[in-house]
């Protein structure tokens, strides 16, 4: 049985990570500090003998106990109003948090997958993104402590594979969604859900012609696995390419939430990414991966939940 420590195992993402790794047979270890992530999230694996929670900041020090196969890195604050708010947190985890996981791959001789991000792309300059494109990331910007540091992360992770021979993989994320968002986490898709179901204005920033495109937890998750079971070094970009720009995506929750709430528009925050579509070109080819949960089909299983947390339903 191969034991996996998930680093922000109990925000959104490393929460439906535990849980899979736990189905395909793995011993799994949470690491978190509860900066964004929840247990909430992890409560239904309390009595679970595979699970264990380390409530612990990875930016310090991270100490496991036994032998570790697989190491997930996924702690950082993720949505853009969590970064800004946690700015030097998210720099920290981003290379002190990052660089004490690769120490533990090494010291364990672990795999090590590091959480990687489509802002590394910034405002894209190609359309759509693929691996070899650099980037267009304004340093100095609001933004840029998190793109930064996901770039510090994805350098020191080549870096420790290059130097000390450590596996690692790196999967670019691309926006995600689905049950356990927060629904104040200022993203997009939980804006506009809450302020739908509440009767509240929809705040679209700027024109709303900028886009994104949206892929559904469960995809992502069995993209993250294949690229760990693989043998790519290099950056997978990881996403659904089916775009829509923020106004469409707007009016598409509203027919599916049934809303009366009013469109209303509010600045574009500085450097928010004008396009954004992954080219999943090389998952398909290295990873035999494609999502297959439509944007319906998954909006309306994410709606279910928030109706669910905001004790609509
Ligand atoms: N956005 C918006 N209204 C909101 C929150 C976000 O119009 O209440 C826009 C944001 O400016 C961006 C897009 O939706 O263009 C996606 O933003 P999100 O914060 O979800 O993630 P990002 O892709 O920017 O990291």
């Known amino acids: 049985m191969p034991t996996t420590v998930v680093t922000g195992g109990a925000g959104f993402l490393g929460s439906h990570l535990c849980d899979y790794l736990l189905e395909k047979g793995h011993k799994v270890i949470c690491i978190d500090n509860l900066c964004t992530g929840r247990m909430a999230n992890v409560e239904h694996l309390a009595k679970n003998d595979n699970f264990l929670f380390l409530h612990s900041d990875v930016s310090g020090f991270i100490q496991v106990d036994g032998p570790v196969d697989y190491i997930l890195h996924f702690a950082s604050p993720a949505s853009p109003i969590d970064y800004l708010k946690l700015p030097i947190q998210t720099l920290k985890v981003g290379s002190l948090g990052t660089h004490n996981a690769l120490g533990l ?8 997958l590091l959480a990687s991000t489509s802002e590394v792309y910034g405002d894209p300059a190609v359309h759509p993104q693929t691996e070899d494109y650099w980037g267009h990331v304004n340093p100095i910007g609001p933004r840029g402590v998190y793109d930064e540091a996901k770039r510090f992360a994805e350098a020191i992770t080549m870096a420790y594979h290059r130097t000390h021979g450590i596996e690692t993989r790196i999967v670019r994320i691309f926006n995600t969604y689905g049950p356990r968002m927060r629904i104040d986490d200022g993203r997009a898709l939980p804006s506009f859900l809450s302020q739908m179901l509440k009767g509240e204005d929809i705040t679209v920033f700027g024109d709303g012609q900028q886009t994104r495109s949206f892929c559904f937890v469960s995809d992502l998750v069995n993209g993250i696995y294949r690229l760990l079971m693989s043998d790519e070094i290099e950056p997978v970009n990881i996403g659904n390419p089916e775009e829509i720009s923020i106004q469409d ?8 939430t049934g809303s009366c709430s009013k469109i209303v528009h509010r600045p574009l925050p500085v450097d928010d990414p004008k396009v954004r579509r992954p080219d999943i070109t090389k998952a398909k080819a290295c990873l035999g991966w494609e999502p297959v ?20 339903s």
């Open 293 to 312: 949960v439509s944007r319906r089909e998954g909006l309306t299983k994410t709606i279910a939940y928030f109706r669910g947390e905001l004790g609509l």
């Open 105 to 112: 791959a090494k010291a364990k001789g672990a795999r090590f």
């Open 249 to 256: 995506f707007a009016k598409e929750l509203k027919e599916l």
